[in-house]
């Protein structure tokens, strides 16, 4: 299904509003650098800088492939783990 | 415009909640059996929250000519004790006769873990045994893709379940697309901070079309907003889209999945 809208229009429409965010994004990377504490080994940072090379780059998909890079992994084989059985 | 919220937890919210959405045009609502926000400690606890959902919540939504329609179950939070939720899943054929129970729901999956799993499978089995529909919850958050695959398949894997009567809930970017192509109903959840935008339920219509898609609020006792489907609806209209494409999700996307439903008596 075609958005309606342009991108120029889209660009125009919500500019300001992707300049906010990106704004609040750096601002709260600019509070953690400031704090004290070490959290060089929090897995959390790896997944924001992912989430932001994801960004940087230019594929399409971003927000699904944003959203895996905080997701857990899926295992095909979860049922034998659990050692469930289906009823239908 | 005339919408329905197919997802939304009235208990949780106040009466002038249901005078606001009569407001905005909302003419029907579906609630889900969900966590009250601490575990309950006994069946008969889930037996007078079925008879809050089929009793009393039906007459106060009507105070203000909306139509309140219900799902039953025992919530996937509180799915680690297996003992009490099969005692709940027994005593839910009491309440599968009454007015406006749609069928069996929110079961789902929370923490992914194997008690949540044994917990849904033996839902599964009542709502094949009994014919009722089905509502499923997803996960939150990092849990939701995992949690997702897991619940499409021990859907599949079931031969007695009619996917077209099965409406998995809160999909997002990465978890929209296997439902779909599974062949079941997706349900798009409008929250301030977690699950789905207005904005991002649009760009979702537009990569996936209207077909088995809806979207619902899912209004709660938590961070929520109970009128988030209208903010679906003006998002839609800024985006340029057209109001039979709107109707189409917020109104005849629901009444088509309900009405497959026996529970389900809709005066338009």
Known sequence: MPIPLTAPQVLDREFLELRAKLLELAAGLDRIDRASGDIETDPRLGQIEQALEVLSGGEPDRAERVQMIFSLAFDAKWRETFELRQRG | ?268
């Open chain 2, 1 to 268: 415009m005339d919408y329905i919220d197919p997802h939304i937890h009235m208990v949780s919210r106040v009466t002038d909640d249901y005078e606001t959405l009569a407001k905005m045009g909302c003419r029907a609502v579906s609630e889900p059996a969900f966590w009250a926000g601490f575990d309950r400690g006994s069946v008969d606890g889930f037996r007078d929250y079925f008879r809050q959902l089929t009793e009393f919540e039906p007459k106060r939504a009507g105070w203000y000519g909306i139509q309140h329609y219900t799902w039953l179950c025992i919530n996937a939070k509180e799915a680690e004790n297996v003992k009490l939720s099969r005692e709940v899943i027994a005593m839910i054929p009491e309440f599968l006769g009454r007015p406006g129970v749609l069928g069996i729901g929110e079961i789902g999956l929370n923490k992914n873990t194997r008690n949540e799993s044994t917990v849904f499978l033996e839902h599964l089995d009542l709502a094949a045994k009994s014919n009722e529909q089905i509502l499923i919850h997803t996960p939150h958050l990092e849990d939701k893709y995992k949690g997702t695959r897991m619940i499409l398949d021990m859907l599949c894997d079931d031969r007695r379940i009619d996917r077209g009567r099965v409406l998995v809930d809160h999909v997002e970017e990465h978890t929209i697309r296997p439902v779909l192509e599974a062949g079941f109903w997706a349900g798009m959840t409008l929250y301030p901070v977690s699950k789905c935008t207005p904005q991002r339920a649009v760009d979702m219509v537009e990569m996936y079309g209207a077909e088995r898609l809806l979207v619902n609020s899912a209004g709660d006792w938590g961070p929520s907003k109970p009128t988030a489907v209208p903010d679906f609806i003006l998002a839609m209209r800024l985006r340029g889209h057209s109001e039979s494409l709107i109707r189409q999700v917020v109104y005849e996307n629901p009444l088509k999945f309900f009405r497959q439903s026996r529970g389900f008596q809709f005066t338009p």
